[in-house]
């Protein structure tokens, strides 16, 4: 009984997720921004606990398969500096990223950042619309230039899994030469 | 390794620019001539062969064989190797969103149990 309970709400739960992901967009809508919108099937201030609370942060906020979050210094209030910082479980190679809070009110919070190992500053907006109990998120990435812009974007190659895939590649490759 | 990261950056902006990227889709679903290309846009031929040759210059399109017509054809592959930067940043964010995902459902049922025990 309990049984064919829980496997429903799997199912229900697998659903939404996929339907969830359907809304996902990444789109650069001028040189210097990268913009992304997905729907979350919560209310605005659920999504924004976990945007904003360490505990909750370290949960999800990961990056690519392998890392996990080891530093979350969260900032709330305009002015406070915040740091994040991911380990590779597997390599130990770390990577990190911080900057300034600018913005906080209900539905946007807006903070900079500056990434480890990358050129300038970006000031990232994100903005959280909730309707019938959904919530967009639209987070805007905006550069100081389109150069940093693509650096950015090129970025995930930088962070790890990437990197290992690369050399692996380069180990194919040589192997086949 | 820098030679491969000047032609993405060559890509980058070559497809950064709206009509470029129409030429490109129009391309997808096969090769046309200039005037062929030429006809949807609001545009003059020497202004879409300078788009054409920006094009060109990233690898992302060539000409064909016939020497009347001299059709432009998509170079598919060069294409891929742009998009798949953003394939992966997408990817890397998509698995960050499913994970919030699957705690925001956690959240929720932990809110309602808080609820019902009020």
Known sequence: MNEAGSAKVTANQGEATVKNASTFRVTTPTDQEIRMTRVFDAPRHLVMDAFSKPEL?????????????????????????????????????????????????PGRIVHTEVMDGQPGESVVTTDFVEEGGKTTVTMTLLFESKEIRDMALKSGMERGVAASYNRLEELLASGQA | MQRRSQQLDAIFAALADPTRRAIVARLASGEASVMELAKPFAMSQPAISKHLKVLERAG???????????????????????????????????????????????????????????
């Not at chain 2, 000409?63 to 190797?81: I, K, N, S």
Request: glycine share 10%; hydrophobic share 30%.
């Open chain 1, 57 to 105: 942060l370290k949960r999800w906020l990961l990056g690519p398969p392998g890392w996990e979050m080891v530093v979350c210094n969260v900032a709330n209030k305009p002015g406070e500096r915040y740091r994040y910082e991911w380990r590779n479980t597997a390599t130990g190679h770390q990577f990190g990223t911080g900057g300034v809070c600018r913005e906080t009110s």
């Open chain 2, 60 to 118: 992302l399109i060539s000409r064909g064989q016939d020497r009347q017509r001299r059709p432009r054809r998509l170079e598919a592959r060069r294409l891929a190797e742009a998009t798949r930067w953003l394939e992966r940043y997408r990817k890397i964010w998509e698995g960050n969103f499913q994970r919030l995902d699957a705690l925001l459902e956690e959240l929720k049922t932990q809110e309602k149990s808080s609820g019902a025990k009020r």
